[in-house]
């Protein structure tokens, strides 16, 4: 008893608390969104809410056992770990279930397993190692490069199998390699390339291009007008224009007509209230007729009657928007902004670099999810099919996110014993 | 530890995800508390507004009887979505339609919609209706929705009754309360009590889901209203005795109109020929509109109140009241005939001459009331023979005549009792007088009537002086109708009316009567006959008559177009009435059967 009461004393209680809250208030909400009169028990087995139930119940086995495990367990099997998941993602390429066009999942007598989800935390754990590695110098081209390498490996198999919303995930890392070291004009330079992205295809290229001009003349005033800034601001000019006519020719002749319907809809250059437009319109239908206090628990109409599509997964937030309104909404947002920030706080107490960088690692994933979930369903952010981290149904992506934040729960638990 | 150089960096990573954060709950207070368009699409994506039809209401005749109800038909829907496992051959051996008819209304299903329910096949019959509702849980995807429809019992009073149809998109623009595929009462009783009718369309709110599939109601009802039933009609019809005067006037053209003096109401109406008022029911109804509005009889036509015909001899004593009643001649006043030889009308009987007024009406002298009119056009009282005849006239539109009557029948016509203008116009002013407008003293002439109007007419003479308006509805629901207190009295004395009646009694009970034939020995009746000209030669046969003289209870009219003296069909045909009407059977088997048998229709 004694032992065991020493493994769970320095467990962060924060993390745990907001992660059990998140993963209730998700079982309810999925509760009410599948919900049907014939099968009113939350713990029906042969609903969703029910399996969810066995999901949640096995989560917690599976925290438990990341809780009993030694912590230098996985910093020291990072690299396999990474290797077995990696090549998971391999074999399901050519093994795999295609379940709405992509091929991303194994199936094994009716349970259904998604390597992608894994491959999160995989992922994190291999760059967390490979960069508190004591050799790791950000200084040293290798050192710059590998890193990215560990990303893209699972993030390009990922778009092999036709799921480019969970590879986008891994872009989100390089917050990761910012808080490293990584130069912030990298991420700046990321920012500005996404920016001129858009503005190329929501306006014409050349007006783009002129006001890009007009940009960087008026820039030059600021500046030393030597030949080599001169020069510099030339380059800039030549690759930014190039970089908007290549966008638009991609977006014309690269994209498949639905790829380019999504991207038109989201910038509001066309509205298509049937087609890829209208997941996102009942969505924000869903949450905006919530209100301030919502219609209350299981009074939801459009969520309820399916209006919304994919309502327990991607889309679990119009459920919370329609029937807790304006306060449930605003409740879920702190309680993720907490979570996070509360990970990234104590991911800064960490003697160990491996679990800072693990801790940052987590909080990128879980945001990006946040971010880009969130932003969806209320039509901020293009439909892009990745779940609500503990809300969205789905037992692999609720062992994932369960086994990503537990790894560190346990990391941080150990803060004291270790170095 | 060199990354701990860029400890400051989470500052920077922290506060880019408050800032998503804090904008995340802007844009959700926006749109969830902001902008109330949501809440309304909301609303539209699920909410769907059922209208609730009312039954439209029933109509009896005086005795209790149904005149006309709503039957039950049953419409089998289908949902072609989810139909699944269907025994083909079965549903075709039920519903008694080939394969490939089947196949043509699954693809018109289809077509329409896969999601939403159509017609497979309407109006099946109550058998049908059995049968397959037994096997129906066997017809995945199928269900089967009653509706109502107009039913005739009877098969009797297709004018009277009239019927409904789907509104125009004219009368939606005009009464919002209709829309798109509502019934409308379009002739007869149902267009005149429409508003009564119909009832109130009731309003059910339900929920659906995506699918347009029915889940529940909304807010458990709460805004839901009710259909409320369409009032039901208490006519003053007599179910029997319309039925047997349709019986009478098979196969002959004209019109029988009777009526209860004492309180206006109508006791049979109906227009010959005819037809059976179902078959303007239900899918059937514009195949034979079609039909019935081809056919040369016209049985569409309402002879009863849109028929004007000249009233021939009938006329004759409205002559002689306006006479008495101007004090141009007496009750004992006799004038002489000359039988075929008279100028300038040829009377058509041979009998004593000369004769006084009873004598005149039983044996209807066209000299005598030749005369009558003369002395009225001629009344030395009056200064122009303009204002003699408008006094003339005056008079006879206090009788019913020249004018509609505000009844509850629509499309009632006024018959023709031209003014003095008129003759003004054709002969010019001051170039007219009673020898130019003479055969208005016979009935003949510019003067038209409707069944209506002279049936009306012989109510008045029964009453002695007055009429209440000619009515079918005694009462919607429990609130009675205001015809029966609307009195109109004729601007003639009652004493002059007696000497009228005692002629007309006469008809049947003289020794010379025109009637006398059909006299009825334990019953007093009045009549008169009408031989009229018409234009194409032949003549109508028209009679009125009331009965029992002492205490009238039904009026009558009947006209036969084209059929002969007004003693050969018009009377006894009325006489028959009467006599159905008062005793409930009729005992002179003869005439009735001649009467029914005779085809008179393409004299």
């Known amino acids: 008893m004694k032992e065991q009461k020493g493994i769970f004393r320095h467990i962060d209680r924060t993390l745990v608390l907001l992660y059990l809250v998140l993963v209730l208030m998700g079982w309810v909400s999925i509760y009410a969104a599948v919900y049907n009169d014939e099968h009113a028990s939350i713990f029906d087995l042969s609903q969703s809410y029910g399996k969810q139930l066995l999901w949640i119940i096995t989560s917690f086995v599976i925290a438990l056992m990341i809780i009993l495990t030694d912590a230098k367990f996985f910093n020291a099997f990072a690299y396999p770990i990474y290797i077995g998941t990696i090549l998971l993602l391999i074999v399901v390429l050519f093994l795999g279930n295609v379940t709405s066009g992509a091929r991303s999942w194994f199936e094994i007598g009716g349970f259904k397993l998604q390597p992608a989800e894994f491959a999160k935390f995989a992922t994190t754990l291999a760059l967390a190692h490979y960069l508190s590695a004591l050799d790791f110098d950000n200084k040293k081209r290798k050192s710059q490069l590998i890193p990215w390498i560990i990303l893209t490996i699972p993030a390009a198999l990922i778009i092999l199998q036709n799921d480019t919303g969970s590879a986008m995930v891994y872009a989100s890392l390089t917050l990761v390699l910012y808080r490293q070291g990584m130069p912030g004009s990298i991420l700046l330079f990321g920012v500005t390339i996404a920016i001129l992205a858009i503005m190329a295809l929501l306006f014409n290229q050349y007006i783009v291009i002129a006001v890009i001009a007009v940009l960087l003349l008026g820039f030059t005033f600021f500046i030393r007008r030597t030949w080599q800034n001169i020069l510099k601001v030339i380059g800039i000019f030549v690759v930014a224009s190039l970089f908007v006519l290549s966008v638009e020719y991609a977006f014309q002749n690269i994209l498949e007509p639905h790829q380019k319907t999504r991207i038109n809809v989201v910038l509001g250059k066309q509205i298509d209230l049937k087609g890829a437009g209208y997941n996102v319109n009942q969505s924000k239908i869903a949450i905006g007729s919530g209100g301030f206090w919502g219609k209350g628990f299981l009074k939801g109409t459009q969520t309820k009657f399916n209006f919304v599509p994919e309502q327990s997964t991607d889309f679990i937030f119009c459920t919370v928007g329609e029937e807790w309104g304006f306060v449930g909404t605003t409740i879920v947002i702190l309680l993720f902004l907490a979570l996070i920030t509360r990970i990234i706080m104590v991911a800064e107490r960490q003697r160990s670099e491996f679990s800072r960088i693990y801790g940052y690692g987590v909080a990128s994933i879980l945001f990006f999810h946040f971010f880009v979930n969130v932003g969806m369903t209320i039509g901020l952010m293009p439909v892009i099919g990745i779940p609500l981290p503990f809300f969205s149904y789905g037992g692999s992506s609720l062992w994932a996110f369960t086994i990503l934040l537990f790894i560190f729960i346990k990391q941080d638990s150990n803060r004291l014993i270790l170095v | ?603």
């Open chain 2, 1 to 603: 530890m060199a990354s701990r150089i860029y400890a400051d960096r989470k500052i920077v990573i922290i506060s880019t995800f408050l800032v998503i954060g804090f904008i995340y709950i802007v844009r959700l207070f926006y749109i969830q508390v902001i902008d109330k368009s949501y809440t309304l699409s909301a609303n539209n994506n699920v909410l769907r507004y059922v209208t609730q039809f009312p039954a439209r209401g029933l109509i009896y005749d005086r005795n209790g009887k149904l005149l006309l109800y709503n039957e039950a038909v049953y419409d089998l829907m289908v949902i072609p979505r989810q139909v699944k496992d269907l025994d083909t051959a079965e549903i075709c051996r039920l519903l008694e339609i080939t394969p490939e008819g089947f196949n043509e209304r699954m693809k018109k299903a289809r077509d329409y919609s896969p999601i939403l329910a159509s017609a497979f096949e309407k109006q099946i019959s109550k058998e049908t209706y059995g049968y397959i509702e037994e096997k129906l849980y066997r017809f995945r995807g199928f269900f089967v929705q009653p509706r109502t429809l107009r039913k005739y019992p009877m098969s009797i009073g297709a004018h009277l009754l009239g019927y409904i149809g789907e509104v125009t998109p004219a009368q939606i623009e005009k009464n919002p309360y209709y829309k798109q595929g509502d019934y409308i009462g379009i002739s007869g009783i149902e267009r005149a009590y429409e508003k009564q009718l119909r009832g109130i369309k009731g309003l059910k709110i339900r929920m659906v889901d995506v699918m347009n599939r029915d889940v529940g109601s909304f807010e458990n009802g709460r805004y839901d209203t009710a259909a409320v039933m369409g009032g039901d009609l208490y006519t003053g019809i007599d179910a029997e005795l319309q039925q047997y005067g349709e019986k009478l006037m098979n196969n002959k053209r004209g019109s029988i109109v009777a009526i209860d003096p004492k309180t206006g109401e109508i006791l049979c109406f109906l227009s010959s020929p005819g037809y059976d008022p179902n078959l303007l029911v239900g899918r059937v109804r514009s195949k034979n509109f079609g039909e019935l509005n081809k056919d040369p009889v016209k049985p569409l036509l309402n002879r009863a109140i849109m028929g004007q015909y000249p009233p021939g001899s009938t006329l004759k004593m409205a002559n002689d009241l306006v006479g008495l009643q101007m004090g141009v001649i007496t009750k004992d006043t006799r004038f002489s005939c000359q039988g075929p030889g008279s100028s300038p009308i040829k009377c058509t009987h041979n009998h004593v001459s000369p004769l006084d007024v009873y004598m005149a009406i039983q044996q209807s002298c066209n000299p005598f009331h030749w005369q009558v009119f003369r002395a009225i056009l001629n009344d030395p009282n009056y200064a122009t023979v303009k204002e003699r005849y408008d006094v003339w006239r005056n008079h006879l539109m206090s009788m019913g005549f020249g004018r509609t009557l505000n009844t509850d029948l629509a499309f009632e016509l006024k018959g023709n009792l031209p003014s003095s203008d008129v003759f003004d116009k054709i002969y010019g002013k001051g170039h007219w007088n009673a020898m130019t407008v003479r055969s208005l003293s016979i009935g003949q002439g510019e003067v038209l009537t409707t069944p209506l109007q002279l049936v009306n007419y012989a109510a008045m003479v029964a009453n002695r002086g007055y009429f209440y308006p000619p009515h079918v509805v005694r009462s919607v629901g429990t609130e009675k109708t205001k015809f029966s207190s609307q009195k109109n009295v004729a601007t003639i004395n009652p004493e002059y009316l007696d000497v009228i009646v005692q002629g007309m009694t006469e008809v049947f009970s003289g020794a010379h009567g025109t009637a006398r034939a059909y006299k009825i020995d334990s019953l007093t009746m009045a009549g008169k006959t009408g031989t009229a000209q018409t234009s194409s030669g032949k003549d109508n046969s028209n009679f009125i008559a009331f009965a029992p003289v002492e205490n009238p209870q039904i009026a009558i009219c009947v006209i036969v177009e084209e059929a002969g003296f007004g003693a050969t069909w018009a009377a006894p045909i009325a006489s028959l009435m009467i006599e159905k009407y008062i005793f409930r059977t009729v005992k002179r088997k003869e005439i009735e059967d001649r009467m029914i048998n005779a085809n008179l229709l393409n004299n």
